[in-house]
């Protein structure tokens, strides 16, 4: 067989069919290379259900290609001559094929992207990295619309790309005359609960994701997840099969109560689309214009599509370019010098707290959780208590099935931790118990009392507010938006801000024993 002049490195969050690089191969002479490789399961302990995603996903586009003609190097898990790292096997293909270029899409990991432009740099071939064109926005157009700009909130970001997409627009105003439905989109339900909310779609496993399935759990048998589970998306008809189920059955109440929580019901009123978005399994132009022509339609109430179509061209976008802006830098940052062992319920589940007995048992037993699980509850509590950032950041990597570390970490040491001191988030999102029992019926079934600071009955989100206001009470009072909470303190006698650093004491030593 003649040696390929090029070689295409895919990786396997990189599965977009219509990819720059696609116009840019030719079949017949070049190489596309893919690599199941061990160090991407094993840096972070990755959930079974995310490293079978993301082989699956693979397997299929590799069949695809071959069958479209192209020259396929696939290395699997398995394979006794794999690396089991992604630059140790481009460096491998490389040489033994000595091609002239090497071409790469945009990698979604900065410490990824180093190492595999390194290795091409330093073999002779010359690089070539296609932008990936599955995004609305390049990190480039990001730094120049960031240039000058004291603060990088999204909610201007996502008016940009807006008015650049037309996406929910009359002429230049948005349309129902309002960029945001943010407060409309903030219920809970009802004491009666959810009622008869449509499951997502299931995908049962095919051949080929039920060989990856036996593989992931001979190779990974102490990593979390439950592998019985696995239902996802893994080819591009999946996923606009999905994204047509949701856009049917849930997406009319998703505005309503996308930020609720319930007992019991892991997906509610969800797309559970992020996976095959982050994949690249699915369009965000298929996923925004689908909710838009359904409010056209009369499917979707204009509060539902707005906020749905902001998840994905305000956020998704916005944390991509933070994150490349930021880095290697963004990583480290620990802007309330969190100091705290991540407690060992984050990897068992087993806790009173029927929040986080919720919310992290079905993030280990499926591998998802929604956006306010995430935020409000495992990423509050874990603020709170003080863990160090780049361990919860770990943590959030490892046990989601759409993490991805360009959304995951901007997500985490901004949004949920406050890490970065206010370069996403204008104030850390800090609150006690009492969010959670608003928005959900977790406090219903739990025998701690979110009005209650300290004692026997006391809430330990409630408790941790509180002394992470006493703690981080000089930088917090220099926040406007944080000024009212802290001012809440003078509030309280000496005796009773003894007894919540006790009570706060007691409760991190109770948990680090976990």
């Known amino acids: 067989m003649k040696a390929p002049g090029r070689i295409f490195f895919l990786l396997g969050d990189q599965l977009d069919r219509e990819g720059a690089w696609r116009g840019a191969i030719d079949p017949g002479e070049d190489l596309v290379l893919f690599a199941e490789v061990r160090e991407e399961s094993v840096k972070v302990p990755s959930h079974k259900v995310r490293t079978a995603l993301f082989l699956s996903g693979m397997r299929h586009f590799a069949r695809e290609l071959e069958d479209d003609g192209c020259r396929v190097r696939y290395v699997a898990l398995d394979d006794p001559e794999n690396t089991h790292s992604l630059h140790g096997e481009l460096a491998r293909c490389i040489g033994e094929h000595n091609p002239r270029e090497v071409h790469l899409v945009f990698p979604g990991e900065h410490a990824i992207r180093e190492k595999l432009h390194d290795v091409v740099n330093g073999s ?38 807006r008015k650049a997409t037309g996406y929910l627009m009359e002429g230049t105003e948005p349309a129902g005359g309002k960029w945001n439905y943010d407060k409309e989109n903030r219920k809970s339900f009802p004491k009666s609960g959810p009622g008869d909310l449509s499951a997502p779609r299931a995908f049962p496993p095919d051949v080929i994701t039920m060989e990856v399935l036996a593989l992931v759990e001979e190779a990974f048998p102490g990593h979390p997840g439950d592998l019985a589970t696995f239902d996802w998306p893994v080819t591009p008809d999946d996923a606009r099969a999905a994204l047509d189920d949701f856009i049917q059955h849930r997406l009319g109440a998703f505005g309503d109560y996308q930020d609720a929580m319930w007992t019991g019901e892991p997906w509610l009123c969800h797309s559970r689309l992020s996976a095959a978005l982050n994949l690249k399994l699915l369009d965000p132009r298929e996923a925004c214009e689908a909710a838009i022509g359904a409010h056209r339609s009369g499917g979707a109430p204009l509060a539902a599509v707005e906020g749905f179509v902001r998840q994905i061209l305000g956020w998704r976008e916005y944390v991509r370019g933070l994150y490349w802006m930021h880095m290697p830098d963004y990583l480290d940052l620990n802007a309330l010098g969190a100091g705290n062992k991540l407690p060992g319920i984050y990897w068992t589940g087993d806790t009173e707290f029927t929040c986080l007995r919720e919310s992290l048992g079905q993030t280990l037993r499926f591998g998802y959780a929604h956006h306010i699980q995430r935020l409000m509850v495992t990423g509050l509590f874990a603020m709170l208590y003080g863990v160090r950032p780049k361990e919860i950041h770990e943590w959030y990597l490892a046990v989601y099935v759409d993490a991805v570390e360009w959304v995951e970490l ?93 009570a706060a004491s007691a409760l991190r030593c109770s948990l680090a024993r976990t």
Not at 127 to 145: G, K, Y
Request: glycine content about 8%; some cysteine; proline content about 5%.
């Open 124 to 161: 002779g071939a010359g690089l070539h990295e296609h932008e990936d064109r599955h995004f609305f926005s390049t990190p480039d157009e990001f730094a120049r619309w960031a240039e000058g700009r004291k603060q990088l909130r999204m909610e201007y970001f996502y008016r940009e790309r």
């Open 410 to 502: 901007p997500n985490v040491a901004g949004m949920s931790q406050w890490a970065d001191g206010g370069i996403m988030a204008s104030k850390p999102y800090a609150a006690t118990g009492k969010y959670i029992q608003r928005m959900s019926n977790y406090c219903r079934q739990c025998p701690r009392d979110p009005k209650v600071r300290t004692g026997d009955r006391a809430c330990p989100f409630t408790t941790l507010y509180w002394d992470f206001l006493l703690q981080h009470q000089g930088t917090l009072s220099r926040n406007q938006r944080m000024s009212l909470q802290v001012r809440n303190l003078q509030r309280l006698s000496d005796g009773e801000k003894d007894e919540i650093r006790s």
